[in-house]
T-cell receptor, first 119, second 113 residues
Framework: DTGVSQDPRHKITKRGQNVTFRCDPI?????LYWYRQTLGQGPEFLTY????????KSRLLSDRFSAERPKGSFSTLEIQRTEQGDSAMYLC?????????????????FGPGTRLTVL | DQQVKQNSPSLSVQEGRISILNCDYT??????FLWYKKYPAEGPTFLIS?????DKNEDGRFTVFLNKSAKHLSLHIVPSQPGDSAVYFC????????????FGDGTTLTVKP
């Protein structure tokens, strides 16, 4: 399977604990994105990487959240001191990062997500 | 301020008929649009896209139409099949800020046999 993979698929934790999620993108993709999705809403952008560089972070990404992509391949998303409001599906996506002169062709391919439940 | 809106939370159609899913956007900087399909317990799957230099893109049973002046796009599925039942998300990208896709809240399509 050469798609985007995420681990774990499900995580249940107690409030105040730290959690870390992993994402393995499609191998030739330069860009990697993290999104959060809550019930009844579309995915909300959190952050993205171009190779190992983190290029943008959403204001949704509080100081308790940190993401890394140390070698430009897999990425981790860590949430410290989890709160009940952090309960959501965390989605990872990757793309080639190829753009035309007037339009983006940067189609993002998503992993299955990690569902976090904070008790 | 939601920049991408899918005003119909749900849509039900009969098998073999046309399904039309709508999406409106407010940011005139968006120049690339995508539709994703999502089954329960899975991530969104890319379906079809269109750039702002086109007004139509077709791929098999799926056609996306873009009306830039109205800031509106639609996805047509013809003929609809029961396997098309899923949540459909519209997403938009600003080429000057191309790292981020902005998604609508989705429309749940149910195709009845």
């Amino acid at each position: 399977d050469t798609g985007v993979s995420q681990d774990p698929r499900h995580k249940i934790t107690k409030r105040g604990q730290n959690v870390t999620f992993r994402c393995d993108p499609i191998s030739e993709h330069n860009r990697l994105y993290w999104y959060r999705q809550t019930l009844g809403q579309g995915p909300e952008f959190l952050t993205y990487f171009q190779n190992e560089a983190q290029l943008e972070k959403s204001r949704l990404l509080s100081d308790r959240f940190s993401a890394e992509r140390p070698k430009g391949s897999f990425s981790t998303l860590e949430i410290q001191r989890t709160e009940q409001g952090d309960s959501a599906m965390y989605l990872c996506a990757s793309s080639l990062g190829v753009f035309g002169p007037r339009a983006s062709t940067d189609t993002q391919y998503f992993g299955p997500g990690t569902r976090l439940t904070v008790l | 301020d939601q920049q991408v809106k899918q005003n119909s939370p749900s849509l039900s159609v009969q098998e073999g008929r046309i399904s039309i899913l709508n999406c409106d956007y407010t940011n005139s900087m968006f120049d690339y649009f995508l539709w994703y399909k999502k089954y329960p317990a899975e991530g969104p799957t890319f379906l079809i896209s269109i750039s702002s230099i086109k007004d139509k893109n077709e791929d098999g049973r799926f056609t996306v139409f873009l009306n830039k002046s109205a800031k509106h796009l639609s996805l047509h599925i013809v003929p609809s099949q029961p396997g098309d039942s899923a949540v459909y998300f519209c997403a938009a990208i600003d080429n000057t800020n191309a790292g981020k896709s902005t998604f609508g809240d989705g429309t749940t399509l149910t195709v009845k046999p």
